[in-house]
Antibody, heavy 115, light 109 residues
Framework: QVQLVQSGAEVKKPGASVKVSCKASGYTFIDYYIHWVRQAPGQGLEWMGWIHLNSGGTNYAQKFQGRVTMTRDTSISTAYMELTRLRSDDTALYFC????????WGQGTMVTVSS | QSVLTQPPSASGTPGQRVTISCSGS????????VNWYQQLPGTAPKLLIYGNNRPSGVPDRFSGSRSGTSASLAISGLQSEDDADYYCAAWDDSLHGVVFGGGTKVTVL
């Protein structure tokens, strides 16, 4: 079936970087966009940006410009989101979601930033 | 605070109709499709409504509407499994990105 499967939980120290993966299956990978959305504990959803899986083109939310990089490896149908210079307020559940409707979501990857 | 404004909570008894509002501006709801998501505790959000459409498998108890710079999600015949958080979202032409509402917690009494 159509699904997105994300990598496992991460614990990082402030200032470090994290790279989360999102592997797609059940559909033609390059025909869609992948968006990244995060949710801090007990908070709402926050959009981070998207990557066009065919061209590799990206669009990042202004808040994350300079700290986020979204890439993909079409040979293994996997998208990546790397966030650098981590701070404690980056502690959140990070989701990948397909297309502009967010019709399919990954299960989420918990990233904890703590000294 | 979120670009789109939702009430933090709503409630109803089984069988009742509950409506959740989502207020925005001309750069988002006023000119782009509004989508709605349901998030059950401890799970990823699920697409509930996109524009005026429901994905396959979503009960017709859920419906969406838009008027000007506001949108609404209606849940008719409320059921216990509808106890969840609900989020609206839309593309924003000024911010060049997706904006979300702060979420509404629906409690089935």
């Amino acid at each position: 079936q159509v699904q997105l499967v994300q990598s496992g939980a991460e614990v990082k120290k402030p200032g470090a970087s994290v790279k989360v993966s999102c592997k797609a299956s059940g559909y033609t990978f390059i025909d869609y966009y992948i968006h990244w959305v995060r949710q801090a504990p007990g908070q709402g959803l926050e959009w981070m940006g998207w990557i066009h899986l065919n061209s590799g083109g990206t669009n990042y939310a202004q808040k994350f410009q300079g700290r986020v990089t979204m890439t993909r490896d079409t040979s293994i149908s996997t998208a990546y989101m790397e966030l650098t210079r981590l701070r404690s307020d980056d502690t959140a559940l990070y989701f990948c979601a397909r297309q502009n409707t967010f019709d399919i979501w990954g299960q989420g990857t918990m990233v904890t930033v703590s000294s | 605070q979120s670009v789109l404004t939702q009430p933090p909570s709503a409630s109803g008894t089984p069988g009742q109709r509950v409506t959740i509002s989502c207020s925005g501006s001309s750069s988002n709801i006023g000119s782009n499709t509004v989508n709605w998501y349901q998030q059950l505790p401890g799970t990823a959000p699920k697409l509930l409504i996109y524009g005026n459409n429901r994905p396959s498998g979503v009960p017709d108890r859920f419906s969406g509407s838009r008027s000007g710079t506001s949108a609404s999600l209606a849940i008719s015949g409320l059921q216990s499994e509808d106890d969840a958080d609900y989020y609206c979202a839309a593309w924003d032409d000024s911010l060049h990105g997706v904006v979300f509402g702060g979420g509404t917690k629906v409690t089935v009494l």
